[in-house]
Every structure is written in C-alpha cells, then in structure tokens.
C-alpha cells in the first residue's frame, strides 16, 4: 500500500490507454453536453473542429478512468480529491484517438487539523496518440498517513 510518506515530489508516471469511439463521443454528448459538435458531423464540420470531437468533460471523464486504474493498481491509500486546477482543454479530442496520461507530483502536505491525511498536488497532462498535449490540469489528491505500527 503507498501512503503520503511514500509520494516523492518530482515522481513522473505515464499510463493508461483509452481508445476513444464515436459512440461513446455521441452518448456521453447526448447525456451530459449537448452541444452540435459533438453530436453530428455535420454540424461538426462548420466549426473549427472540422469533425466530430468529444465533449472537455468527456475527456476528463475518460482521464479519470485511467487516473483511478492506476491509482488500484499502486494500491495507493487515497481518501478522494477536493477538485482540480488549472484545467484546460488544448485539443480537440476525436473519435478513433487513444488517450494516455502522465503524473507528476509538484508539492504535498500533511493536515493540519486530521494527522491520519495529508494531499498532494500533480500536474496531469494528457496525450493522444500523436504524442500531442490535449488536455492538462493540476489535480489535488488526499491520502492515508501510514499507520502507526501496532508493535511499537
């Protein structure tokens, strides 16, 4: 298990891979950001977009996705997030591109007021499969203190 004594400021990650599909673009716009472009191709195509492109928050919603496996697969104790920073939408992301993420931790802190946490702060930034930056944030992440060790 990686609690907050384990996070290293300066720690870089890459992972993830998700292929992103026109028919989950279409729902996920359909549900939650109903706007033409990312809807219809037509509509799509009188914009800058040029096509088709997935909704900000669709892409967030699929960085989470590989944020959360790769935090089960650390077994890391995290407590959730009290949101993010600086989020910023750099390039359309289209059906048939695959997205991955890479982390790196810029500060952490213990609480002040709950000793068994503290939080962490990490630049995320996105990709395509191009290599091409389309989406950064800076997220917040809360975390277990290691337990104090039971035979000392």
Known sequence: MKYFE????GAV?????YAVTR???????????PQP????????AQT??????????????MTMVMLVDNLKANT?????????????????????????VETCVIDKRPSKSRPEMGSYRSTVTVFNQHGDVVMTMTSIGLIRTRPADPAS
């Open 37 to 44: 472009f990312h809807l219809s191709d037509e509509a799509a």
């Open 6 to 9: 384990d996070i290293e400021i």
């Open 76 to 100: 890391q104790a995290g407590l959730g997030s009290p949101g993010v920073d600086e989020l910023r939408w750099l390039k359309p992301v289209y059906p048939g591109d695959t997205l991955s």
């Open 23 to 33: 028919d989950e673009v279409i729902d996920f716009a359909s549900r939650y950001d």
């Open 48 to 61: 800058h977009f040029g096509r088709l492109s997935a909704s900000g928050w669709h892409s967030c919603a």
């Open 13 to 17: 990650q890459r992972f993830g891979c």
